[in-house]
Nanobody, 115 residues
Framework: QVQLAESGGGLVQPGGSLRLSCSVS????????MGWYRQAPGKPREWVAN???????NYADSVKGRFTMSRDNAKKTVYLDMNSLKPEDTAVYYC?????????WGQGTQVTVSS
């Protein structure tokens, strides 16, 4: 059972930045395709970004150019650097790990962009 723990959420003003982190349990982190999703109030969950081990990140159009996803296999951690944040980025952000057709989810971390 893979366990994921997100951190780094909070309240930030429009135009500000935040870094989310997701630490992963287990010994085969390097095999996981890692992802970030988010869910805003009253809206369906949406994909934000993902990255395979040794691969380049992929981004949703809504965050491209503002968000950067990275991974540190030695620390078994992925990051989501969020810049130029907008009120519409307000959501609960979830980390995911995909391996052999199974997806594990973290508990989520709240990001609120408001003045």
């Amino acid at each position: 059972q893979v366990q994921l723990a997100e951190s780094g959420g909070g309240l930030v003003q429009p135009g500000g930045s935040l870094r989310l982190s997701c630490s992963v349990s287990g010994n085969i982190f390097s095999f996981y395709v890692m992802g970030w999703y988010r869910q805003a109030p009253g809206k369906p969950r949406e994909w934000v970004a993902n990255i395979a081990s040794g691969g380049t990140p992929n981004y949703a159009d809504s965050v491209k150019g503002r968000f950067t996803m990275s991974r540190d296999n030695a620390k078994k951690t992925v990051y989501l650097d969020m810049n130029s944040l907008k009120p519409e980025d307000t959501a609960v952000y979830y980390c995911t790990a995909d391996h052999l057709g199974r997806r594990s989810w973290g508990q989520g971390t709240q990001v609120t962009v408001s003045s």
